[in-house]
Each structure stands twice: as structure tokens, then as C-alpha cells.
Antibody, heavy 129, light 110 residues
Framework: QVQLVQSGAEVKKPGASVKVSCKAS????????INWVRQATGQGLEWMGW????????GYAQKFQGRVTMTRNTSISTAYMELSSLRSEDTAVYYC??????????????????????WGQGTTVTVSS | SYELTQPPSVSVSPGQTARITCSGD??????AYWYQQKPGQAPVLVIY???ERPSGIPERFSGSSSGTTVTLTISGVQAEDEADYYC?????????????FGGGTKLTVL
């Protein structure tokens, strides 16, 4: 079945970096964006950015530009999100979610939007001294 | 920055109809998506492209759009529908795709 499986919980000190992985299975990894969304305890969902696993192209929310890097390893169908210069406010559950589908027809990329239809189980990142 | 506005809470009795709104200036031009999130769980997509329902989502969930407001309607609300609901859409002001979530609405089934 289609699923995204994330890496385990992390505890980091302020100023450190964290790298969370998201392994896809059950579908063609390179055909769909991977989005990263975080949620602090008791708060709402906050979109961080997207990555196209085929091209490696990314788009980051302005709030995280300069601090977040999204990458992938297509050979193992895994996406990564690295957040640097961590502070206590970054303590949250981080989710990956499958996003828009991209299809190349006669050299032209077409996008199809069906929402974030598959989500990982979430990775808790705690930033504490 | 672009914002989507939702009411913090909505309460209904079982069997009644719940309506959750989401307002944003770009909604006439951009599709909206709705997610249900229960405590301790990842969000689940319940409506995409304003009014389409993914497979496996009960028919009592529906979506509509009018101007700068989109609405998630849950007909015949059941106790299991008690959850947080989030709308999502695209910020069309920039050149790159940017998604935005509303602040979320807590649906309480009385």
C-alpha cells in the first residue's frame, strides 16, 4: 500500500541541526512532490516547503528560507528535511506528506493537484538545552 | 503574508449539519483542500479541489466555494467526526508554489 514512513524522534540542543527522513513505498517516488509540515503542541499545521523528487527542485516557506534544506535519494525512495540553527520554538511534530503529481508529456511538465493525500506518521523533534 | 481564516470552534449535536468556513483573498482563483486531524494522529485529506471527495471518505463530507469563502459541510454529524479541521490553499502572490494552512477549527459533537 502507499505509505510514507518517517525516522524516529530526535532530541537536539539549541543551535544544532536535525535531519528527518521520509521513505516512500507503494508508488513511483519521483512522480509526486513531498511536502514538509510541522505542528507544535496544541498548535495548527504549518507548511515548511515542498520538493520535487524527480528534479530536486524545492520551494520553501519564507519563514524557513536559509534554515531548511530538502533533499532526496531516489535510489531508496527517501526524502529528507534538514533544519538548522534550532531553537526551542522548533520543538514540534514534523510530517512529510505526498503532494502534487508531475507528469512530463512531450517535454512539458504538467502538474495535477489532489491535495496532500498521504502523510507520514510524524517525527517528534525536541529542542532543549 | 497570505492568510486563511477559520473559526476556532464549531459545535453541533449528533445528526445535525456542521459547516466550517475558510476565508482568503485568493480563494476565487485557487482551489481549497480540507484535512481532518484527530488527537495524536496525522491529518487526513477529506476534500480536495474545493469539492472533490477522496475515495474512502464518507459521503456526509462535502465542500463548496463561493467568492473568497470555502465551506466544509458535514451532514448527519457523528461522534467520530469530532476533530480539528484545517483548510489549505495556495498563495498565488509569488512565482513559486507556496501552500498555506488555515488556523484550524475544532469541531465538537455535543
Amino acid at each position: 500500500q502507499v505509505q510514507l514512513v518517517q525516522s524516529g524522534a530526535e532530541v537536539k540542543k539549541p543551535g544544532a541541526s536535525v535531519k528527518v527522513s521520509c521513505k516512500a513505498s507503494g508508488y513511483t517516488f519521483t512522480s509526486y512532490d513531498i511536502n514538509w509540515v510541522r505542528q507544535a503542541t496544541g498548535q495548527g499545521l504549518e507548511w515548511m516547503g515542498w520538493m520535487n523528487p524527480n528534479s530536486g527542485n524545492t520551494g520553501y516557506a519564507q519563514k524557513f528560507q536559509g534554515r531548511v534544506t530538502m533533499t532526496r535519494n531516489t535510489s531508496i525512495s527517501t526524502a529528507y528535511m534538514e533544519l538548522s540553527s534550532l531553537r526551542s520554538e522548533d520543538t514540534a511534530v514534523y510530517y512529510c506528506a505526498r503532494g502534487r503529481r508531475a507528469s512530463t508529456i512531450f517535454g512539458v511538465v504538467h502538474y495535477y493537484y489532489y491535495g496532500m493525500d498521504v502523510w507520514g506518521q510524524g517525527t517528534t523533534v525536541t529542542v532543549s538545552s | 503574508s497570505y492568510e486563511l481564516t477559520q473559526p476556532p470552534s464549531v459545535s453541533v449535536s449528533p445528526g445535525q449539519t456542521a459547516r466550517i468556513t475558510c476565508s482568503g483573498d485568493a480563494l476565487p482563483k485557487q482551489y481549497a483542500y480540507w484535512y481532518q486531524q484527530k488527537p495524536g494522529q496525522a491529518p487526513v485529506l477529506v476534500i480536495y479541489k474545493d469539492s472533490e471527495r477522496p475515495s474512502g471518505i464518507p459521503e456526509r463530507f462535502s465542500g463548496s466555494s463561493s467568492g473568497t469563502t470555502v465551506t466544509l459541510t458535514i451532514s448527519g454529524v457523528q461522534a467520530e467526526d469530532e476533530a480539528d479541521y484545517y483548510c489549505q490553499s495556495a498563495d498565488s502572490s509569488g512565482t513559486s508554489l507556496n501552500w498555506v494552512f488555515g488556523g484550524g477549527t475544532k469541531l465538537t459533537v455535543l
